[in-house]
């Protein structure tokens, strides 16, 4: 990992424009709630698995090949056993990207939505490659960013805009330690706080109480089962009897 150095050729200006006009398209910007179809292009809601599939490869057309300089071949990470393993090894994680994810606010929002949430449509059939690697990336440069106190995502441009600065946090909602749930939680306040002072309308302030129970719903199944029951087959890993009863019903994984 130690012997790793980006692309430059790759990740550079013009993949972080091209990310952020991609993603941000005809978003909500300011102390709004984000715009329903904007919703359900980030989260897959409300769109048949034919457009889905549309727009994963649509995602992939456009950005597997920056990915694909990040891959777990070249960016090879120390394995992490738990919470408190993570975040020991998150320094050295995060070293060879951090320089370039901290030089300024659009930069860093583009690479967390690039290996946050583009991985995750790119590689929806591979789907130990976000989880297990894009996701330890990404929380690790999250976890130097706040330790070093650098925040961008109380940069003005962003701090009371729902539709982008809530990126910077959901990378913690997907991880499966209890701990970051907690980190999660005091980050959405802020952020409620944020809009609300600036000036939130009735919109904004019903998508963030929504934010929070939908939080609430992926913190109980950590606390629950250690893991999110969901992600099970797509990672090998074998269900517990409670966990196939949970799956055959309703839930926010089945959108």
């Known amino acids: 990992m130690s012997d790793f150095t980006f692309d430059q050729k790759v990740l550079n200006a013009t993949l972080y424009t091209n990310v952020w006009n ?33 727009f994963d ?34 320094g050295a994680i995060a070293a060879p990207l951090y320089l370039e994810f901290s030089s300024n606010p659009s930069t860093s929002l ?36 706040f330790a070093n106190n650098y925040r961008p995502d109380l940069d003005p441009s962003i701090r009371t805009s729902i539709s982008q600065r809530m990126w910077y946090y959901l ?27 600036a000036g939130g309308d009735e919109k904004a302030m019903a998508f963030m109480a929504y934010f929070l129970v939908y939080e609430k719903a992926h913190f109980d199944l950590i606390k629950k089962f250690g893991r999110y029951p969901y992600r099970n087959e797509g990672l090998g890993r074998t269900s517990t009897e409670e966990e196939l009863e949970l799956l055959k019903g309703p839930g926010f994984w089945k959108h």
């Open 110 to 145: 583009s690479l967390v939505v690039l290996l946050d949430q583009l991985s995750r449509n790119i590689y929806r059939d591979k789907q130990k490659l976000p989880y297990y690697h894009f996701d330890l990336i990404n929380r690790s440069l999250l976890r130097i960013m």
């Open 171 to 197: 990378p913690f909602m997907h991880s499966e330690h209890m701990e970051d749930h907690a980190t999660f939680e005091e980050l959405l306040e802020s952020l409620r706080k944020d809009v609300e002072e």
């Open 57 to 90: 490869k649509l995602c992939a057309e456009k950005f597997s090949y920056a990915l694909d300089t990040l891959k777990p071949s070249l960016y090879k990470l120390p394995s992490c056993a738990s919470y408190s393993d993570e975040v020991a090894k998150a």
């Open 22 to 54: 991609f993603w941000f398209e005809d978003c909500s910007v300011g102390p709004v709630a984000p715009k329903q179809e904007n919703l359900d292009r980030w989260l897959g809601s409300n769109i048949s698995p034919g457009d889905q599939a549309v």
